[in-house]
């Protein structure tokens, strides 16, 4: 009964290449975000759609593609990827009619980019 | 543009004292303000809402004031449990559909 669940958990990979990592929810949630959280455990939005509508792109790389097939899926694609780019990815989805956007997050991507 | 500042990186208590923690912004006042809870290698988890017209939450040990003079909120764990370790995050609503998080509070309960 996972609520909102991603894959892969853990994603260790060479500069240069691309990836992507997916993002589920079973909530019936409206809305879903990515989030990068930090080597300092910053923990910042990256990304915001509503209905398979991108509302919120903060700024961020365009290598950085979210797409949302559908209302329950939000994916992340990454081009080229950077050293930097190394850090846990979140997603999350929220209801915000009923819930003032109370986040339920997944349980992280940890991405390593050698 | 909106910055938030948590009380030290990292507070050590004894078990069965009351831990608490500090979130204070710069900006303008939030409509609601939210905590979360973060064990390592886990997504946080959310804890509390509070609204910028309520004074207090209270949910079992935990409970949460907000005062927009003071621009602050404090988060306050009573009887403290070893199981309460964990790092805990305050979020800000910035508008539509958008959190705003501070960088967390690591609380350890020392038993």
Known sequence: DTAVSQTPKYLVTQMGNDKSIKCEQNLGHDTMYWYKQDSKKFLKIMFSYNNKELIINETVPNRFSPKSPDKAHLNLHINSLELGDSAVYFCASSHPRDSLDTQYFGPGTRLTVL | ?111
């Not at chain 2, 409509?31 to 949910?59: C, H, M, S, T």
């Not at chain 2, 403290?80 to 995050?89: C, G, H, K, M």
């Open chain 2, 1 to 111: 543009s909106q910055k938030i500042e948590q009380n030290s990186e990292a507070l050590n208590i004894q078990e069965g004292k009351t831990a608490t923690l500090t979130c204070n912004y710069t900006n303008y006042s939030p409509a609601y303000l939210q905590w979360y809870r973060q064990d390592p290698g886990r997504g946080p988890v959310f804890l509390l809402l509070i609204r910028e017209n309520e004074k207090e939450k209270r949910k079992e040990r935990l409970k949460v004031t907000f005062d927009t003079t003071l621009k602050q909120s404090l988060f306050h764990i009573t009887a403290s449990q070893p199981a309460d370790s964990a790092t805990y995050l305050c979020a800000l609503e910035t508008g539509a559909n958008n959190l705003f998080f501070g960088t967390g509070t690591r609380l350890t309960v020392i038993p």
